[in-house]
T-cell receptor
């Protein structure tokens, strides 16, 4: 059973397009996250939702819009894609917020390539 | 500000040798310090963590030490094996979120 699953795994698109990545967790966790991993492997938090409520919103362009329809799902929509958006996007979840002591469970990642 | 510094960025050891990765953090309120391992093309996975009420924790060949006064913590891997080759990330909780270090690419040569 996949604990944190995200789709699609690979996404190749043209600059200026709009795309979405979906994430679902079946662990019963109440907090979900989006992390961006760039070409240098740096893992940077983008957003965090706790019970469908946005609790962390890092300095991310407003072209990125997360949506959490329920606590098991967190989607990421990106408008007007730019070359610099190329990265691997990881969804993660935890029981309680990771700002306390919650272990993060990551999805497999979605590799976005903008041409 | 929120900052977790990790060194070295790359580390190459011979199979059987030990490997040490060091991290420093800036927020004295941090009390949770996990380490994640990311194999090539895979997701990061927790391998060990330590809370601020202990100074050392060990799990088979891996151990983590924490010095709260100096605000640094380290990962120690003994008797390294080729399957230990991966990118390792330290992290610390700061400002209600988990901040990751820059990662260390460990290569274990047979």
């Amino acid at each position: 059973d996949t604990a944190v699953s995200q789709t699609p795994k690979y996404l190749v698109t043209q600059m200026g397009n709009d795309k979405s990545i979906k994430c679902e967790q079946n662990l019963g966790h109440d907090t979900m996250y989006w992390y961006k991993q760039d070409s240098k492997k740096f893992l940077k938090i983008m957003f965090s939702y706790n019970n469908k409520e946005l609790i962390i919103n890092e300095t991310v362009p407003n072209r990125f819009s997360p949506k959490s329809p329920d606590k098991a799902h967190l989607n990421l929509h990106i408008n007007s894609l730019e070359l610099g958006d190329s990265a691997v996007y990881f969804c993660a979840s935890s029981y309680g917020t990771s700002g306390r002591t919650g272990e993060l469970f990551f999805g497999e990642g979605s590799r976005l390539t903008v041409l | 500000g929120e900052n977790v510094e990790q060194h070295p960025s790359t580390l190459s050891v011979q199979e059987g040798d030990s490997a040490v990765i060091k991290c420093t953090y800036s927020d004295s309120a941090s009390n949770y310090f996990p380490w994640y391992k990311q194999e090539l093309g895979k997701r990061p996975q927790l391998i060990i963590d330590i809370r601020s009420n202990v100074g050392e924790k060990k799990d088979q060949r891996i151990a983590v030490t924490l010095n709260k006064t100096a605000k640094h913590f380290s990962l120690h891997i003994t008797e390294t094996q080729p399957e230990d080759s991966a990118v390792y990330f330290c992290a610390a909780n700061q400002g209600g979120k988990l901040i990751f270090g820059q990662g260390t690419e460990l290569s274990v040569k047979p």
